[in-house]
């Protein structure tokens, strides 16, 4: 399988300056409690899928190209695995290392059912890990991912990974559900995380040169602002476009996913196409 390769990062500053806290029937939420529950729930509709699914439908092609279902959960099953092992170390947890490659080969050489069986074990590896720190965690802990300049908060830990989960698990489940959608609570998530902690992943996976003028896209929530980078902020006071469409879509846009066929529900208007938006979001 393909592995996305490591890009040259740079952090910002990514403490919770730009994800508040919600307040939910007097209980305060913060970002890393709500990234934990929206992946338990993918990881809970994947779970509920993987074993009703044959050897035939693992070998169907997924949402993301190029990847069969049973490869596109081997990727996310790999990546628990791996993800999991500089969490737990920094909670204080002793770890037996593996390094990556021998991960992957390993991943490689299991068959699709075992590739879909492993999924579910690993994810569920990796959230007993995350459900498991407390809020004085949430806040301490700096995780060192391995293949980034320096450590991270947590919240941008949990954040690429539910980035990860949401698309990937959208690959699998519109494999047999044309109409499926990204999590709606992942997706209003993501688009705040974009504002703030995972606003550096944009660096890499987006292509500002593909747009020569400057957009002001007005998406659900905030906005999506097109220069010689790009960027999601908060409302605009002047957008220049307009993104109709649900929060899910939007993410589906970020990630490459806002195909033709995938678009029923979405309409653009104002100095920018869809079709040039999706230039921009090739896709990863």
């Known amino acids: 399988m393909r ?36 992946l338990r729930a993918n990881h809970d509709t994947l779970a509920a899928l993987v074993p009703t699914l044959s050897e035939e439908q693992l070998a169907r092609p997924s949402g993301a190209t190029e990847w069969t279902v049973a490869q596109v959960l081997s990727h996310l099953g790999s990546g628990a695995e791996i993800a999991r092992t500089p969490i737990a170390t920094a909670a204080g947890q002793q770890v037996e290392p593996e390094d990556n490659q021998s991960i992957w080969a390993r991943w490689d050489a299991s068959s699709p059912t075992e590739q879909a069986a492993g999924f579910v074990t690993h994810d569920a590896a990796y959230l007993d890990t995350v459900e498991a720190l407390d809020p ?65 992943l944009l660096g890499f996976s987006a292509h500002a040169d593909q747009i020569e003028r400057d957009v002001r896209l007005a998406i659900p929530g905030g906005s999506i602002e097109i220069t010689d980078t790009v960027t999601v902020t908060g409302v605009s006071d002047a957008p220049t476009a307009t993104f109709e469409g649900p929060t899910e879509a939007v ?15 979405v309409n653009v208007s104002g100095n920018v196409t869809l079709d040039q938006l999706r230039k921009v979001f090739p896709g990863y």
């Open 3 to 38: 592995r996305e390769p490591a890009a040259a990062f740079r952090l910002p500053d990514t403490r919770k300056k730009a994800v508040g806290r919600e307040v939910a029937c007097g209980v305060t939420t913060t970002p890393e409690d709500r990234a934990v529950a929206a």
């Open 136 to 200: 004085g965690q949430h806040d301490s802990l700096t995780i060192d991912l391995g293949f980034l300049p320096q450590p991270v908060p947590l919240v941008v830990a949990l954040g690429m990974r539910l980035n990860e989960v949401a698309n990937h698990a959208w690959d699998v489940r519109v494999a047999f559900d044309p109409s499926a959608s990204v999590d709606a609570d992942s997706a209003e998530l993501l688009v705040e995380l974009f504002r703030g902690p995972l606003a550096f």
């Open 251 to 265: 993410v589906r846009l970020l990630s490459g996913r806002l195909s033709a066929e995938h678009a029923a529900d």
